[in-house]
């Protein structure tokens, strides 16, 4: 079936760096979502994407929807403490399918 | 917008009894709605989807007698574990879809099910 791989799978990161971490399929996707979740609740959504090439912002965040279909990228600027979370990537082969998730990427920002 | 309810946040109960969990898009209508399961430092795990007025799909290896799914109007759906049993605690996770067909995915804030 339709697999999802995030890389890095967690990331020690001091406050104020840039984050980037990505999201890659071997099959090609129409629809990129990402999402945080921290302890003990449900994944919040923070950018959709719907178009290859697509660069969409969510204040510090920028998400690229990759040119081959078949990733996704996310990154942070300027971190801060409140971004510890686990990232989830999800993708829809085609319309109408279930989403897939990725394994998620656990972010950790040091004071 | 795009608020999603999910009720109780945290269960204990005793092996054997059955708990139920709501699941309720607040401020839109949801033809479909959709169960996860998460295990710790795992990703989500999805187990059925939920359809509006029709008996809901179930993942391959996920009981449907054991993990009962109603979904009586556009706006609740509940998941009703049956005869639980340790094994069977985890987190919970309900998401209701808005729109079309690639709209994204709305998440409650999940079911903690704790089975003695």
């Known amino acids: 079936g339709q697999q999802l791989n995030q890389s890095p799978q967690s990331m020690f990161i001091q406050e104020g760096e840039d984050v980037s971490m990505n999201c890659t399929s071997s099959s090609i996707f129409n629809t990129w979502l990402w999402y945080k979740q921290e302890p003990g609740e449900g994944p919040v959504l923070l950018i959709a994407l719907y178009k290859a090439g697509e660069l969409t912002s969510n204040g510090r965040l920028t998400a690229q929807f990759g040119i081959t279909r078949k990733d996704s990228f996310l990154n942070i600027s300027a971190s801060i403490p409140s971004d510890v979370g686990i990232y989830f990537c999800?993708?829809?082969?085609?319309?109408?399918?279930?989403?897939?998730f990725g394994p998620g990427t656990r972010l950790s920002v040091l004071p | 917008g795009a608020v999603v309810s999910q009720h109780p946040s945290w269960v204990i109960c005793k092996s054997g009894t059955s708990v139920k969990i709501e699941c309720r898009s607040l401020d839109f209508q949801a033809t479909t709605m959709f169960w996860y399961r998460q295990f710790p430092k795992q990703s989500l795990m999805l187990m059925a989807t939920?359809?509006?007025?029709?008996?809901?799909?179930?993942e391959q290896g996920v009981e449907k007698d054991k993990f009962l799914i109603n979904h009586a109007s556009l706006t609740l759906s509940t998941l009703t574990v049956t005869s639980a049993h340790p094994e069977d605690s985890s987190f919970y996770i309900c998401?209701?879809?808005?729109?079309?067909?690639?709209?994204?995915?709305?998440f409650g804030n999940g079911t903690r099910l704790t089975v003695t």
């Open positions: 999800a993708g829809q082969a085609e319309y109408g399918q279930n989403f897939v």
């Open positions: 998401s209701a879809k808005r729109g079309s067909y690639n709209s994204p995915l709305h």
């Open positions: 939920s359809n509006e007025g029709s008996k809901a799909t179930y």
